[in-house]
């Protein structure tokens, strides 16, 4: 059996079984985790084209799986990469029960999961663009609620995917031909424009942002949260293995300085942006866009250690955003009522939600001791040497969407908090407390991320077409 079927099969059967049980919200939420982190376990450590041996039953899995005459690979090369999306995806989704999503928002996750998984295996990975497409039509679903015509922002997303998948695989052809000449003709130079294209609307990249807050305001946090982590980090890693399949494209620094140049305008725009508005959702949907702009300045460098800054905050980020996500969600689930709360209640239900989605913002922002400061710390560093034109961009960032998430939240955050019901759960609770320890953890030790980063650069520089 070919691993990658394995994976389809595998998570099919997960999509499956949550499905039949979606009217339970908590045990599907926990049955998809459990999934979730098994698939995650077996593409990270199965042995691939060797005998395995279980109960007497000798059996092997290997490495490839064709299929329409289209290989699908699964190697060193996207391991760590598959194994993120599966492990975010999975905290994202097993989360996703405080919101009291719509009933096939479990399926229709672990859909999107194997399908930017296959844009991953696929190879020639040219046609990974054909599964993010897919996937979009599935966040499209997602990110609709039962609120009337609410739906604007995942239609303008299908939309832009749709041209973005279209650039990208012209482009792709046009750069491969380009490639094979030694020299880089007209063909290969008009193909960049599609290719600049194309990944703008992966990344979400002005003026291709804009179903980010358009949906922010539509559909639920954890649905926007994880529409944003997976498609997004799809995106950036179709980047890096385009970077390392094509690398002549990048061997003159006009074109990585054109990367960091507009990464470090967007982290400030996108900034701006955030500090302008008045709703907490929308500010977390401009800072999204601006920690964009931050890890093209990383990726702008063209260099390992460009790389492995970028890959860190794409995980910092998704514990960002899952305590963004968490803190609202519990706020939009408390009911006011006239009388006071019940003697002896809690209080802890007055300001632990609020204190997490403020350490959301704080980490998405790259404020220190969250999780998202190391690795912008070290990207200032790296910055250094090329001005200060990045570093001063990165750190105006930070401090315009610090200061607008806390002023943001004592301002509009919870109304009448004296008349809120903070009788929720021992579940809920244990997720907020976890969010808020994830995030100061990972904001003290670092390191603990390294060895995923490590192994996934490793992976992407070995990478084949």
Not at 237 to 253: G, H, K, S, V
Not at 306 to 318: D, K, P, Q, S
Request: glycine fraction near 10%.
């Amino acid at each position: 059996m070919g691993a990658s079927l394995l994976i389809f099969l595998l998570t099919l059967l997960a999509a499956t079984v949550v499905a039949l049980l979606r009217r339970r919200h908590l045990l599907s939420s926990v049955i998809t985790g459990i999934f979730a982190a098994g698939i995650a376990l077996t593409v990270l450590y199965v042995p691939l084209n060797t005998a395995i041996s279980i109960l007497g039953t000798s059996f092997r899995i290997n490495s490839d799986w064709e299929i329409l005459g289209r290989s699908f690979i699964l190697s060193e090369a996207n391991r760590s990469a598959i194994g993120y999306l599966y492990i975010t995806g999975g905290f994202l989704l097993t989360g996703s029960w405080v919101t009291r999503p719509i009933r096939m928002f479990l399926p229709l996750g672990l859909g999107i999961l194997s399908l930017v998984a296959g844009s991953l295996m696929i190879v020639p990975f040219l046609f990974a663009a054909i599964f993010i497409e897919i996937a979009a039509i599935a966040a499209l679903i997602m990110l609709s609620s039962r609120k009337k015509n609410a739906y604007s922002g995942g239609i303008r997303l299908l939309i832009f995917f749709t041209f973005g998948m279209m650039a990208l695989l012209i482009s792709g052809w046009a750069v491969d031909v380009g490639g094979i000449l030694s020299d880089a003709s007209a063909v290969s130079e008009r193909s960049l424009l599609l290719l600049y294209f194309g990944f703008s609307v992966l990344l979400a990249i002005p003026p291709f942002h804009s179903w980010i807050p358009i949906a922010s305001e539509e559909a639920q946090p954890f649905a926007i949260g994880f529409t944003v982590l997976i498609l997004q980090g799809a995106g950036l890693f179709f980047f890096l293995r385009f970077m390392n399949t094509f690398p002549w494209i990048w061997a003159e620094d006009v074109n990585l300085s054109i990367l960091r140049n507009g990464g470090a305008v967007l982290a400030i725009v996108g900034a701006l942006w955030a500090f302008t508005q008045n709703n907490v959702s929308k500010l977390v949907s401009y800072a999204m866009v601006s920690d964009i702009g931050v890890m093209l300045i990383a990726v702008g460098f063209g260099s390992v250690d460009g790389f492995r800054i970028a890959l860190g905050i794409l995980a910092a980020r998704v514990i960002g955003i899952s305590c963004w996500a968490i803190g609202i969600s519990i706020n939009e689930r408390q009911i006011s009522h006239s009388e006071g709360m019940r003697e002896g209640q809690d209080e802890i239900s007055h300001w632990l939600p609020e204190v997490v989605m403020i350490v959301g913002i704080l980490s998405l922002a790259g404020v220190p001791l969250t999780a998202g400061f190391p690795s912008r710390w070290s990207l200032m560093q790296l910055a250094a040497h090329k001005g200060i034109w990045l570093s001063f961009s990165i750190l105006l960032s930070s401090g315009i969407i610090g200061y607008a998430g806390i002023k943001i939240t004592l301002m509009h955050g919870f109304r009448n908090s004296e008349h809120l019901d903070g009788d929720w759960g021992l579940a809920e609770r244990a997720f907020l407390w976890g969010g808020l320890g994830i995030t100061i953890i990972l904001g003290i030790f670092p390191q603990v991320l390294f060895p995923w980063i490590t192994q996934t650069i490793l992976g992407l520089s070995t990478a084949t077409p």
